[in-house]
C-alpha cells in the first residue's frame, strides 16, 4: 500500500505544477493525475504547497567546549529540524588537535547512534595540517565524508594558518572533495578584544566591534588568494556582510570558484539587538554568535545577493546555548560569552515568511536555497533535495495563509529562548515526510522512535549559472 498526496502544488527548484504524488516505501514512486492504486492512503492536500524536505548542512549539535556543551544533542536538534520541515542535517565532527580523524569520528557515530529523527551526514573539521592528517582525509572521504571544514579564527585551539589551508586545499582537490570555510582573523580578533578590554569596554555590544566586518572582509580576502593559487573551489560559511559578498563577486567574475552560505540571523537580525538590555543589562549575549550580527545594510546587502543569485544556500549554523549561560559568562565580558544561536526549527518559516510573501525570492529559489542547493554541493543530490521520481519521499508540505508568531514556549529546540521571538510566521509546517513516513502531521510531531539514517555523501556537483 502506497500514500498518495493529493491536489497540491509541487515545487522543484525550477518549476511549480499542480500534480499528484505517490509515495511507494521510502521513495517517490510516481507524479501525475490519476496515480492512486487500490489500498492507497489518500491524503488530499487542499491546493498546499509540496517542497523537498529541507537541508541544512551547517549544523552543531551535542558540541562540547572546554566549559558548556550545547543545549541540543542530536536527540533534540534532529527533532527540532523535522518540525521545521528539515529532514536532513549536515553536521560538524568536531576534532581537537593531536586528535585522529578517525577517532573524533568514532566519538560522533556514538553521539548520533540511534538518537537521530532526520537523515544525517557529517563534515570532518581540520585543526591542523600534517601526513597523517593528509592520509585520513582519503578514509573520510571513502566513509562518505566528502566535506571538510577549517577555521580562520578561534587562535590556539581551531585557527589554521595559510600554508595549512593551501595543503589542505590542494589534498582535496586530489580527493575531489570540498572544504568549507571560516571566515574571521583570528589573530586581528585576539589583538581587538584585548585592546578593547584595557579600555573597559567588556560590554556585550563590543562583541560586533571585535569582530567588524573588516576582520571577515581579510579572511574572505585570504581565501580568495589561495583558493585562485590552487584553482580549486572553496565555500564560505555564514557570510556575514557586504563588504565581503562584494569580495567574492569580484573574484567570480575574475574565475575564482567560491560557494557561499549565509543564515537567517544576517537577513533578519542587526546589531542592534546587542543594545538590548532587559532585566539585567544583559539581553544582547541572547545574540552572540560569530560573525557577529551587522549592519542593516548588510541585511539588505545579502537579501539583494540572494535575489541575484550570488548566495548560493541558507543553513543556520545552529548552536544553541542557554540564555542564562550566556548572561552569566556576559557578567565576565563579553569575549566569554558562548558563541552560538538557535535556529534549526525555524529556517524554512522565516524564508518563507521573510522572503518568499515578500516576494523578495520566489518559493523555487527557496527551495533552491535551502534543499537542492546544498544537496548538491554536498552530495546527496537526487537522493534528497529534489521531488523526482526515484528520489527519496522527503516532503515538506506549507500550507500558505496561516498567522502565527514564533516563540521559545512552542518550540521543540532544548533551549531557553530564540532570537526570533515575536516574528511572525506566515507559512504553516502542516507536513513533514522522512522516506515516505510521516513525522509531522496538522502541524505536530507524531514522530515516535527516532529513525533517521546515516548518509554516506557523494562528491560534489553543482556548478553555478
Same mark, same amino acid.
Given at each position: 500500500m502506497g500514500t498518495v498526496l493529493k491536489?497540491?502544488?509541487?515545487?522543484?527548484?525550477?518549476?511549480?505544477?499542480?500534480?499528484?504524488?505517490?509515495?511507494?516505501?521510502?521513495?517517490?514512486?510516481?507524479?501525475?493525475?490519476?496515480?492512486?492504486?487500490d489500498g492507497d492512503e489518500i491524503i488530499d492536500l487542499k491546493?498546499?504547497?509540496?517542497?523537498?524536505?529541507?537541508?541544512?548542512? %551547517?549544523? %552543531?549539535?551535542?558540541?562540547?567546549?572546554p566549559n558548556i556543551k550545547t543545549s541540543d544533542d542530536f536527540k533534540s536538534g534532529t527533532k527540532s529540524a523535522i518540525a521545521g520541515g528539515t529532514t536532513t542535517i549536515i553536521d560538524f565532527v568536531?576534532? %581537537?588537535?593531536?586528535?585522529?580523524?578517525?577517532?573524533?569520528?568514532?566519538?560522533?557515530?556514538?553521539?548520533?547512534?540511534g538518537k537521530c529523527y532526520s537523515d544525517y551526514g557529517f563534515h570532518m573539521t581540520l585543526c591542523e595540517w600534517n601526513k597523517e592528517v593528509e592520509s585520513e582525509m582519503e578514509e573520510m572521504v571513502k566513509q562518505g565524508i566528502t566535506s571538510f571544514k577549517m577555521y580562520m579564527a578561534y587562535k590556539d585551539t581551531l585557527q589554521v594558518n595559510e600554508e595549512e589551508i593551501e595543503q589542505a586545499l590542494k589534498k582535496s582537490k586530489e580527493l575531489g572533495a570540498l572544504i568549507s570555510f571560516h571566515c574571521e582573523n583570528g589573530d586581528e580578533i585576539i589583538k581587538n578584544i584585548n585592546d578593547l578590554i584595557s579600555k573597559g569596554k567588556s560590554a556585550v555590544k563590543y562583541h560586533e566591534a571585535s569582530r567588524s566586518s573588516e576582520v571577515e572582509y581579510e579572511a574572505v580576502n585570504t581565501l580568495i588568494k589561495i583558493a585562485r593559487k590552487i584553482n580549486y573551489p572553496v565555500f564560505i560559511v555564514h557570510l556575514s556582510s557586504k563588504m565581503s559578498l562584494d569580495a567574492v563577486i569580484k573574484a567570480r567574475r575574475e574565475g575564482v570558484k567560491i560557494f557561499v552560505e549565509t543564515c537567517p540571523h544576517y537577513l533578519l537580525l542587526n546589531k542592534d539587538f546587542y543594545e538590548l538590555k532587559g532585566d539585567d543589562g544583559l539581553e544582547g549575549s541572547k545574540y552572540v554568535m560569530s560573525p557577529p550580527l551587522r549592519s542593516r545594510e548588510d541585511n539588505n546587502a545579502l537579501w539583494e545577493g540572494i535575489k541575484l543569485g550570488e548566495i548560493d544556500t541558507i543553513a543556520t549554523d545552529h548552536c544553541s546555548f542557554n540564555y542564562k549561560d550566556k548572561r552569566e559568562n556576559a557578567k565576565i565580558d563579553f569575549s566569554k560569552i558562548p558563541n552560538g544561536i538557535p535556529s534549526v526549527q525555524h529556517r524554512?518559516?522565516?524564508?518563507?515568511?521573510?522572503?518568499?510573501k515578500d516576494k523578495i525570492i520566489s518559493l523555487n529559489e527557496m527551495v533552491k536555497l535551502t534543499s537542492t542547493?546544498?544537496?548538491?554541493?554536498?552530495?546527496?543530490?537526487?537522493?534528497?533535495?529534489?521531488?523526482?521520481?526515484?528520489?527519496?519521499?522527503?516532503?515538506?508540505?506549507?500550507?500558505?495563509?496561516? !498567522?502565527?508568531?514564533i516563540s521559545f514556549e512552542n518550540s521543540i529546540q532544548e533551549?531557553?529562548?530564540?532570537?526570533?521571538?515575536?516574528?511572525?510566521?506566515?507559512?504553516?509546517?502542516?507536513?513533514?515526510?522522512?522516506?515516505?513516513?510521516?513525522?509531522? !502531521?496538522?502541524?505536530?510531531f507524531i514522530g515516535k522512535e527516532p529513525t533517521g539514517q546515516y548518509i554516506s555523501r557523494n562528491k560534489w556537483s553543482y556548478e553555478r549559472r
Open positions: 491536489g497540491c502544488y509541487i515545487v522543484t527548484s525550477e518549476k511549480t505544477v499542480r500534480s499528484d504524488l505517490r509515495i511507494d516505501g521510502e521513495k517517490i514512486e510516481s507524479i501525475g493525475l490519476s496515480v492512486e492504486k491546493g498546499s504547497y509540496i517542497l523537498p524536505g529541507g537541508i541544512d548542512a %551547517h549544523t %552543531h549539535f551535542d558540541l562540547e567546549l568536531n576534532c %581537537h588537535r593531536g586528535e585522529k580523524l578517525s577517532d573524533a569520528l568514532e566519538t560522533y557515530k556514538e553521539k548520533t547512534k524554512m518559516e522565516l524564508i518563507f515568511s521573510y522572503g518568499v542547493n546544498p544537496a548538491k554541493i554536498f552530495g546527496l543530490y537526487p537522493k534528497k533535495g529534489e521531488i523526482k521520481v526515484g528520489s527519496d519521499a522527503d516532503l515538506l508540505i506549507i500550507e500558505d495563509g496561516y !498567522k502565527d508568531t533551549v531557553d529562548y530564540t532570537p526570533y521571538e515575536g516574528f511572525e510566521s506566515n507559512g504553516k509546517i502542516k507536513r513533514v515526510f522522512l522516506r515516505g513516513k510521516e513525522l509531522v !502531521k496538522d502541524g505536530e
